[in-house]
């Protein structure tokens, strides 16, 4: 019981800093980072020729894009006199030198497009203008036009602030964002999902206000997608077998979240992620995806306990069938456990995301994912692939071992777990201490004592044979 104070105080402090006002320092983009050009833009004349270097760097390990999955668009008005092969120049490192011929006059933009599965569009817009007039984007002489999508959407936002003629620091500002002032409209609307009628509202109002007072603080955008109802419906429907005491079913569940989350989502509903992506500091709209990602399972374990992990969690889940096909092929190999105090390993974890989020900007989790070259079928002999590895071993030895020993968002999950309102208790008075209980507990708990983690699987109250396990009311 007086755990549950301090619990309580520890989970509302993390996200009332996450939600803190802040002064942020310029962070690339993770297109600006992967893809780049030489010369940044092109001016040309009729039957003119130039070249244009593109540099991919790797930035990510568990990237699952080859570099011959690069594609690069060019506007109607240019062709390819000449090219080169992708030259791979470092570890991570690949160039490209393209001659362009223009043959016809106009303007518009050469894309360069990543399609990552797991990040999503990575494009960069190089500007080309061929024959009289200015680069796309930038305004002449005279009042900007009428905001058409399709005539702003490959401007970048510097550019659409150009056009309109106003600051593009008031656009940022009025957008709750930051370091965007080079993506194009389209990349934003991908990234923040943005409606085009809000770039609409901004800029007009801008263009005919003096004064515009900033957004210090974060705010959030409320849009919810079709696999965050997936997750809720999937999650009350667990609640709901557990209650009933089916407890069986649970890898009926589990199977679910694994095939949809895992392999057909590709990882992407991450719990984890959204961790790190609550406390970036080079953003200050806040998708409500995120956050139902992490406060869902924390409020609903800090009333109901962690069912989400026992039944829904997809990380959880692979590492569960992992141990299982082993206990099923080697059912005479014995357990393997860690020492109970090994479990608070995750919180410096927990603790080390936080710090690269807020204090660097970086989203330490979507670099070092265990599980993303297993999600998205790819593999490759790094730093992550040598994770993977670690991760589907100790699973073959060790029942979920990710989930008792590193997981950030189990962190937070323990700290509920000093607090709901209903959880699994033993009739201590009667207890015979045949540990039958903690033999089975995926987490190694030691029931009995009530020291470690429960994720409500109902393997303890299944398996005591004097039923003095229940789940009630603390």
């Known amino acids: 019981m007086r755990m549950r104070p301090i619990a309580l105080l520890v989970l509302a402090s993390l996200f009332l800093f996450s939600m803190m006002p802040q002064t942020v320092s310029a962070y690339d983009t993770l297109t600006d980072m992967e893809i780049k050009v030489d010369p940044a833009s092109l001016e040309m004349q009729l039957g003119d020729t130039a070249s244009l270097q593109v540099t991919i760097v790797i930035i990510h390990s568990n990237c699952p894009l080859e570099i011959d999955d690069t594609e690069i668009v060019l506007p109607d008005f240019l062709s390819i006199a000449g090219e080169t092969e992708w030259q791979k120049t470092e570890s991570n490192v690949f160039e490209k030198v393209l001659s362009l011929e223009a043959v016809a006059e106009g303007s518009g933009y050469i894309k360069i497009i990543r399609d990552c599965p797991r990040y999503g569009i990575l494009e960069k817009m190089v500007p080309v203008l061929v024959g009289e007039g200015t680069l796309p984007g930038m305004t002449g002489e005279g009042s900007p036009p009428e905001f058409e999508w399709s005539a702003v959407k490959n401007m970048t936002l510097t550019e659409a602030a150009e056009y309109y003629g106003v600051k593009v620091a008031d656009v940022v500002s009025r957008l709750g964002l930051n370091d965007v002032e080079n993506l194009t409209l389209v990349q934003i609307k991908k990234l923040y999902d943005i409606p085009n009628e809000q770039f609409q509202t901004v800029l007009e109002d801008l263009y005919n206000e003096s004064y515009q007072t900033p957004d210090e603080g974060k705010t959030i955008d409320t849009e919810i997608y079709q696999k965050d109802y997936v997750f809720f419906l999937l999650l009350a429907v667990s609640f709901l077998i557990f209650l009933l005491k089916r407890y069986n079913a649970r890898y009926l569940t589990l199977l679910f979240a694994l095939l949809y989350f895992g392999f057909y989502q590709e990882g992407c ?180 004592k009530d020291q470690g983690e429960c994720i409500c699987c109902g393997e303890c109250i299944r398996k005591c044979r004097k039923g003095l396990l229940k789940y009630r009311f603390h």
């Open 269 to 448: 509903m991450c719990h984890i992620g959204a961790i790190g992506n609550i406390f970036l500091r080079n953003i200050t709209i806040i998708k409500l995806h995120w956050l139902l990602l992490v406060l869902v399972p924390i409020v609903f374990s800090l009333l109901f306990g962690r069912v989400f992990c026992g039944w829904v969690c997809f990380f959880g889940a692979l590492q569960q069938f992992i141990y299982e096909v082993r206990k099923r092929a080697f059912p005479k190999m014995k357990r393997y456990d860690l020492p109970l105090y090994a479990h608070y390993f995750k919180f410096p974890v927990l603790l080390i995301f936080i710090y690269y989020a807020y204090m660097l900007s970086i989203p330490l989790f979507c670099d070092y994912d265990p599980f993303i070259y297993i999600f998205t079928l790819s593999f490759a002999l790094d730093v992550l692939g040598i994770l993977t590895i670690a991760l589907v071993v100790s699973s073959f030895f060790i029942e979920r071992p990710f989930c008792r020993y590193v997981c950030p968002l189990g962190a937070l999950l323990w700290l509920t777990e000093k607090v709901p309102l209903y959880r699994v208790k033993v009739d201590r008075e009667k207890c015979v201490s045949c540990n039958l209980c903690n033999r089975v507990c995926p987490m190694n708990k030691d029931i009995p």
